[in-house]
């Protein structure tokens, strides 16, 4: 990577920005090569995406200078961003659901183009799109596209209205790992072609496979800038947190316990009226973590809808503590002692124009001691919110800010708190339903949520969980269960397979043997 000063494409210089109780970057410096992907990393609430979002021009700095492409420049807006080349695809998605692929690119385009014709927009995505390997249907609509999908789209838009330096905000945290991997293909072209890529995400793995260099933020601060060939994994770790982050999880072993979660036969229709799950029997125990491993979109939201009570199965049973609650709502699932964790925090989650306090109780605030009498109890749930806030580390300037505020992690800490530690009482969840708990989340905070998935199994609950990340799966898993299409493949122990094997059966390969549940 050639780092000679006329190279540089950004250079932000002594960067400083505040909101009311946060100093959210403070006296940052951070520079920008073309031909360079420099991936940004640091723990929740660091300052990254705020850093961006002023590259971006969504925030002004309070001070500070930015130089594009050796020149000092003021931008004010996106569109004064756009116009320096500067593009952002955004932690959480900003297309418009119900318009088609090209609508939504063209969108903001003022230039005389955009008068249009939208046949040609059309093609010219289309080329653009398999210039980097990427196939999509121009005139399909927002709402029928996967994550991935919807990801490609955005970063489609900045790449149409000309952009050569690219801010990708977590990327990958929606993808599954093909698109990830696709994904790192078309940065790797992107960078051939000169363009400059900021990187930002929470995998270490992900920064050694496509960073040319990193640098660290912590607590609103660059700690650390360097290439990537002499970064170590321990390193941006301890750089990241503060103190060493622990890689292996100390698993106790126990013996499972009574079923809590039966389901029997159980078939129920996706979001498009189309057979999602079609003949699902699986149970989880007591001191049991059972893994749902599968590519995203066979079925696993609504294997944990059923099992919340949020979906409606059309045949079979759903069986809670030997009760049987098939089709009994929500409530039903949620007096019978059942956490959930969904996947989309910001649409199923949160209310995110609600403050931290409220979001903490959102599921439990009917109940005692949050309310009585249908009165609602405002002491006791900012009590709940402060020791929720204190316990897992949630980075928000008091109990009464508004979760839009709060970066991305610590809105899906606020989600993993609720349901790991506000269940009225403390009691612990008889079930946990989680899917991606670790979504989005820094090292140390995945390290704590694991630690905690774990500490509940060893107290007796069932854990449920849906992910990804095969890496999470075999490290928190007693069973692995792989979905593929609605059905499950086989259900495997991680001591007893492989990444391979169980990488073969979410591709459909149905495995013979079952191991006794
Ligand atoms: N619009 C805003 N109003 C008030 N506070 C904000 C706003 N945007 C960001 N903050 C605060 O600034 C700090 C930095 O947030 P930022 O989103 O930049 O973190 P981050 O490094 O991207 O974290 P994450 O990894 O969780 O996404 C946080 O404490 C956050 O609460
Ligand atoms: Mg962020």
Redesign the pocket.
């Known amino acids: 990577m050639d780092t000679s000063p006329s190279k540089k494409l950004v250079e932000m210089r002594d960067i400083v920005k505040s909101?009311?109780g946060?100093l959210?970057n403070d006296h940052v410096n951070f520079t920008l090569y073309r031909g360079e992907i420099h991936a940004l990393l640091?723990e929740?609430?660091?300052?990254?995406?705020?850093l961006m979002n002023i590259l971006y021009g969504l925030y002004r700095p309070d001070e500070g200078k930015i130089l594009v492409r050796g020149k000092p420049v003021k931008i004010g807006s996106p569109a004064d961003a756009l116009h320096l080349g500067i593009g952002m695809v955004h932690?959480h998605f900003k297309l418009i659901p119900p318009h088609t692929v090209v609508e939504n690119v063209i969108l903001g385009l003022k230039s005389p183009r955009f008068k249009l014709d939208v046949g040609r927009a059309a093609h010219e995505i289309s080329d653009l799109a398999s210039r980097y390997g990427w196939k999509i249907n121009p005139f399909a609509r927002i709402w029928q596209l996967s994550a991935g999908e919807k990801q490609m789209v955005e970063i489609l838009k900045v790449l149409y209205h000309g952009a050569d330096i690219l801010i990708l905000d977590e990327p990958t945290s929606v993808l599954t790992p093909q698109e990830t991997r696709g994904l790192f293909e078309s940065l790797k072209k992107m960078r051939e072609e000169g363009k400059g890529i900021v990187f930002i995400t929470?995998k270490l793995e992900e920064v050694f496979a496509v960073g040319n260099r990193v640098t660290v933020?912590r607590k609103g601060r660059v700690v650390a800038t360097m290439s990537m060939e002499k970064a170590t994994r321990e390193e941006l770790a301890r750089l990241m947190v503060g103190r060493p982050v622990l890689f292996r999880l100390e698993k106790e072993s126990v013996e499972p316990g009574r079923p809590v979660l039966q389901l029997e036969d159980v078939h129920a229709l996706g979001e498009k009226g189309v057979p999602a799950l079609r003949g699902i029997t699986l149970i989880v125990r007591e001191r049991e973590v059972l893994g749902i491993a599968g590519v995203t979109g066979n079925g696993q939201l609504e294997l944990a809808e059923v099992a919340t009570g949020l979906r409606k199965v059309t045949h079979g049973r759903v069986v809670v503590d030997g009760v049987d609650v098939t089709n009994k709502g929500p409530r039903a699932f949620i007096e019978k002692g059942i956490a959930y964790i969904p996947a989309e925090r910001q649409r199923e989650g949160l209310v995110i124009g609600m403050n931290v306090a409220e979001n903490l109780v959102l599921r439990y605030y009917r109940y005692e001691p949050f309310s009585r009498r249908a009165v609602i109890n405002w002491r006791m749930v900012d009590e709940n919110a402060e020791k929720l806030v204190r316990k897992f580390e949630i980075?928000?300037p008091n109990v009464r800010e508004t979760t839009r505020?709060?970066?991305?992690?610590?809105q899906q800490k606020v989600v993993v708190a609720r349901e790991l530690g506000g269940r009225p009482g403390g009691k612990t969840p008889r079930l946990v339903v989680a899917m991606y708990p670790t979504r989005?989340l820094?090292v140390g905070a995945t390290e704590y949520v694991r630690k905690t998935l774990l500490r509940y199994r060893e107290m007796g609950s069932a854990i449920f969980l849906v992910s990804e990340d095969l890496e999470e799966i075999f490290q928190l898993s007693d069973r692995i269960a792989v979905i593929f299409e609605g059905q499950i493949m086989g259900v495997v122990r991680p001591s007893e397979t492989s990444y391979e094997e169980v990488g073969l059966m979410m591709a459909g390969a149905k495995r013979l043997e079952e191991i006794p549940a």
């Open positions: 909101f009311p946060v959210a640091g929740n609430g660091a300052g990254k995406t705020t932690q929470h933020m980075v928000t505020h709060l970066s991305g992690g610590n989005g820094d």
